[in-house]
């Protein structure tokens, strides 16, 4: 970023030295909070990883193609791409980085995959449900143990967990919006809904 122009709360950078936990090695964790026109400048890609927008707004940039990006949005970068973040000058961008792979021929080496399939079509998504459990990843590294490792990995597993949750749910809906009509579908909510909370509905 440049100088004087951001504040960054939290960095681990382990580069050539990733950090293993279980079936990943970890190699950035970051949380950084943006001031006004903050800019992450450039660079090559050399994994893959995760941007996830806390709050604020700014975009993110591939290859020199622009992304808005804004609260919940998870943005994927692979590697070999050119990379840059900006944040507005309104609402200053607050994110948390992960960059991390996956030991080959694990189930999170599939996830993976599965996100880099659909980044041909679609770069980001939002993932509210990744909020936490960032946090949580940045919480044990500072107050690591002999646990950390594993709960770790089962944090970075979570998180492609969720964002693929996502990218189903997205195809499922479109595929829905096709076969069933818009009716139908309020029918479908009414009944589950009832299926649900029979049990709490008061005459």
């Known amino acids: ?29 970051s949380d950084s909070m943006c001031a006004k026109d903050s800019i992450v400048p450039e660079h ?6 995760i941007t996830f927008a806390y709050s604020g707004n700014g975009n993110s940039y591939v290859n020199d193609k622009s992304f808005p990006i804004c609260k919940n949005d998870c943005f994927i970068s692979l590697p070999g791409e050119l990379h840059k973040i900006k944040s507005d000058d309104r609402e200053p961008l607050h994110f948390i980085c992960v960059a991390f792979s996956a030991k080959p021929n694990t189930y999170g080496e599939k996830l993976i995959q599965k996100i880099i399939d659909t980044c041909k079509s679609q ?30 990995s089962y944090y970075i597993e979570q998180v492609l967990i969720q964002y693929n949750r996502v990218i189903i749910s997205s195809k499922n809906k479109e595929k829905t919006d096709i076969d069933i009509p818009t009716k139908s579908l309020l029918a479908y909510d009414i009944m589950f809904y009832i299926n649900d909370n029979v049990a709490g509905i008061k005459k």
């Open 44 to 49: 090559q890609q050399q994994c893959f990883e």
């Open 1 to 29: 970023m440049e100088s004087n122009k951001y504040k960054i709360t939290f960095n681990n950078y382990y580069g050539d030295n990733p950090r293993e936990c279980g079936d990943y090695f970890l190699i950035q964790l």
């Open 123 to 152: 770069r980001k998504f939002n993932v509210d449900a990744v909020r936490s459990i960032l946090v949580n990843m940045i919480k044990e590294i500072r107050n690591e143990d002999e646990y950390s490792n594993r709960l770790l």
